[in-house]
T-cell receptor
Framework: EAQVTQNPRYLITVTGKKLTVTCSQN?????MSWYRQDPGLGLRQIYY???????DKGDVPEGYKVSRKEKRNFPLILESPSPNQTSLYFC????????????FGNGTRLTVT | DQQVKQNSPSLSVQEGRISILNCDYT??????FLWYKKYPAEGPTFLIS?????DKNEDGRFTVFLNKSAKHLSLHIVPSQPGDSAVYFC?????????????FGPGTSLSVIP
């Protein structure tokens, strides 16, 4: 089944404890992206990647890191999480970039205390 | 400052009637627009899209209209069904240097009442 898989689905952590949210897609898509969803703000793009080893900042990249060493994986790294990073995170992929519909994972609910 | 706006956080419609969801944008460089639907505990799923060279695109019960001069688009669902109850996100993209970005609106929660 074609899908974008995020792990974990739920995560509670404390301020400053490094964490990684994994994202993997099995559709051989070139484009991958991370979003966070907050009430009243919708989905805001954190980072995106057009292909392996090619990443760029979205609208809210502060406090996040990404890497794209393989085409299928696009992990989101929070080196020192803070409470304002409590949010619902979505990973997405698409075959050719912005004009191709995004395929989203089911989300990761992160709480930082 | 939000570049893509959905000014109605929520909308209730009777089953069988038309649902109209609106979206406004500020960046005249946007040239491709998409609508996504999201159910609770799931990721958004693509619904319909439109390029700026068109003013209408139709797919079954769903039609998107684009008014470039007003920087406005709308999604029409006819007839509305209870299964259409979800949050709808409008999204826009513009070619920027060598890379692409997709900007989402805040979403509109649609409730279709049986």
């Amino acid at each position: 089944e074609a899908q974008v898989t995020q792990n974990p689905r739920y995560l509670i952590t404390v301020t400053g404890k490094k964490l990684t949210v994994t994202c993997s897609q099995n559709m051989n898509h070139e484009y991958m992206s991370w979003y966070r969803q907050d009430p009243g703000l919708g989905l805001r793009q954190i980072y995106y990647s057009m292909n392996v080893e090619v990443t760029d900042k979205g609208d809210v990249p502060e406090g996040y890191k990404v890497s794209r060493k393989e085409k299928r994986n696009f992990p989101l790294i929070l080196e020192s999480p803070s409470p304002n990073q409590t949010s619902l995170y979505f990973c997405a992929s698409s075959p050719r970039g912005r004009n191709s519909p995004l395929h989203f994972g089911n989300g990761t609910r992160l709480t930082v205390t | 400052d939000q570049q893509v706006k959905q000014n109605s956080p929520s909308l209730s419609v009777q089953e069988g009637r038309i649902s109209i969801l609106n979206c406004d944008y500020t960046n005249s460089m946007f040239d491709y627009f998409l609508w996504y639907k999201k159910y609770p505990a799931e990721g958004p799923t693509f619904l319909i899209s439109i390029s700026s060279i068109k003013d209408k695109n139709e797919d079954g019960r769903f039609t998107v209209f684009l008014n470039k001069s007003a920087k406005h688009l709308s999604l029409h669902i006819v007839p509305s069904q209870p299964g259409d109850s979800a949050v709808y996100f409008c999204a826009a993209s513009a070619y920027k240097t060598s890379y692409d970005k997709v900007i989402f609106g805040p979403g509109t929660s649609l409730s279709v009442i049986p």
